[in-house]
């Protein structure tokens, strides 16, 4: 006998089921593992040189440390209790993450200067513009963990302390999109097109940041200063723009597929990697 799946009952977008909805997600599929208790693996001494080469430890520390002090600060501000409660947790989420790099870096030997966040002004404006940050580093970084963990990049030990980070990722960008919609439906129409606007420029700044970058990045490796930006095709595999973005697609699509489907999904980075990779080129096999 053939079973029926009874059908979800939809959501409307900024009700009280809405929220209850995002904010049970968030809270239920929270893993609370502590950072003192990973058990970080001896790696060769090649591997170390290859994690004390990546170009990346002293920005990552920096931006764990103020996106964990902002979200709290937002979660401290935020005066609906369900929504602070969820809130809070992400922002423990990203101190912990924090946490996690401090224990990376001091482990294996990677010297990163010590550095205090100061609290945002404005929790709610700080709030939205990490999200939208968070939008635009996962859909690449997704990407990018797949490659240096089908490459051998990261051993399997290192893959596996830093899945559960990559996961929250995938959730924390799914609590974002919703939470902005959300506030946005409960406005007045007339406080609409502010609420709007204060997004596109929220989405700009950050595309913006991440324009110079990678400008930045480029800039050093024209330079013959950045020996891991001119290498990493070689450390990670040959692999092509349009192969990589396509990557991107289907490690996105993956990590966000867990959740319940009536949550809205970050679109505007897929869409855009979508619409791209027509004209990206695949390298040889073209």
Known sequence: MKTTVPA?????????????LLC????ESHDPYVPAE????????????????????EEAV????????????????????????????????????????KLLTEKYGIPVPAFSPAAPADPSWAFMRIGY??????????????????????????????????QEEGRHIIFHVNWVAYNQARLPYAG??????????????QALSRLKTAMRIKGAADSGQDNFT?????????????????????????????????LLRPEFVPSIARALLPTLPRGGRD
């Open 8 to 20: 979800r009952p939809p959501l409307a977008i900024g009700s009280p089921a809405h929220k209850e």
């Open 24 to 27: 049970s997600f968030f809270t």
């Open 38 to 57: 990973l058990q970080w693996p001896a790696l060769s001494g090649d591997v170390v040189k290859r994690l004390q080469a990546l170009p990346i430890w």
């Open 62 to 101: 920096r931006t764990e440390a103020e996106t964990a002090l902002a979200v709290l600060t937002m979660g401290a501000a935020e005066k609906d209790p369900i929504l602070s409660k969820a809130i809070t947790l992400q922002g423990y989420e990203e101190q912990r993450h924090a946490e996690i790099l």
């Open 133 to 166: 940050g968070e939008c635009f580093d996962s859909f690449f970084a997704f990407g990018l963990f797949a490659l240096a963990r089908d490459s051998g990049f990261f051993p399997p030990p290192l893959v596996e302390l830093f899945e559960p980070i990559m």
């Open 192 to 205: 609409r097109p502010r609420y709007v606007f204060r997004r596109g420029l929220a989405m700009w700044l």
């Open 230 to 262: 001119m290498n990493a095709h070689a450390q990670f595999g040959d692999i092509s723009p349009r192969e990589f973005v396509e990557l991107c697609l289907r490690e996105n699509e993956k990590r966000l597929a867990p959740y319940d489907p009536r």
